[in-house]
């Protein structure tokens, strides 16, 4: 579970509302069982439950976890807004599969658009999503959720180059035959190095989307002869690079 600074004071870990009803009622657990706490600074513990209440959890840090779950790179994803089951879905996996951020955007061929208002909702969504994801996979960092009006907006503020990689996954890349794989970069790549995925809708980049992420840096990446569904690249894409980054 992650916990605020607020909950985590000296070797005693206080958990309420939501957490609280997750471990008492869906985990079923009680007085005596351990839990996995990480704090703010990414600190994991094993935590014993000493005091139970139905709204208020008290337990005691017994031991430091020292096992790191983070991938040695940092990943930002960059979705193009999608319908919101496959989006959420998106986000969900992303983060069983390591990401740092997530950032949306809207495409030129986007289906759905989002207003300000759909936008923090979304994200307050989403930020639930990865919140969940993080604790059920284990991880020591919740990924940042983060939105940008398009594509344009995310690859200039990559200006000056904070990004190490840029890719751009393109089915069109691959019918033209000019695509990079990932062999090369991955095998060069230092242990902290700062990528960039970027993913169409489902209606698939445009031509304009496509050149300027290229002049802007960005090298575009074939995931195969198929057409994969939009939902289907990131998860694709990630599995690849967990592949070559850990096993
Ligand atoms: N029409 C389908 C849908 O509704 O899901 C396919 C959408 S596909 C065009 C969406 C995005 O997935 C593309 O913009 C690209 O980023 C990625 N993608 C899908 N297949 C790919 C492939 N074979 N190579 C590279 N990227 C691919």
Redesign the pocket.
């Known amino acids: 579970y992650f916990v605020g600074d607020d909950q985590w004071s000296g070797n005693i870990v206080t958990l309420k509302g939501e957490q609280a009803h997750h471990i008492s009622r869906v985990m079923r657990m009680s007085s005596g069982d351990v839990i996995i706490c990480i704090n703010d600074q990414g600190e994991a513990a094993y935590c014993r439950i000493t005091q139970m209440e139905p709204d208020h959890i008290t337990c005691r840090i017994e031991e430091d976890l020292s096992s790191d779950t983070e991938l040695p790179v940092h990943i930002t994803v960059a979705q193009s807004d999608l319908k919101a089951d496959k989006y959420e879905w998106v986000v969900q996996k992303s983060t069983e599969l390591g990401v740092g951020a997530i950032t949306g955007f809207s495409a030129d061929h986007s289906v759905v658009k989002w207003d300000a208002k759909k936008s923090a909702k979304r994200i307050a969504r989403f930020q639930k999503i990865t919140r969940e994801s993080a604790e059920q996979s284990e991880r020591l960092k919740i990924p940042v959720i983060e939105r940008k009006s398009s594509l344009d907006e995310v690859l200039k503020e990559t200006q000056p180059q904070p990004y190490d990689h840029k890719w751009?996954?393109?089915?069109r890349?691959?019918r033209e035959g000019e695509h990079h794989s990932f062999d090369d970069a991955l095998r060069q790549l230092q242990p902290s190095a700062r990528i960039l995925l970027?993913?169409?809708?489902?209606?698939?980049?445009s031509i304009r989307e496509h050149q300027m992420a290229i002049d802007l840096g960005c090298k575009p990446?074939?995931?195969?002869?198929?057409?994969?569904?939009?939902?289907?690249?990131p998860v694709a894409t990630l599995a690849m690079l967990v592949y070559q980054l850990e096993l």
């Open positions: 751009i996954m393109s089915e890349s691959a970027v993913f169409g809708p489902e209606g698939g980049f990446v074939s995931l195969g002869a198929r057409i994969l569904r939009a939902e289907t690249a």
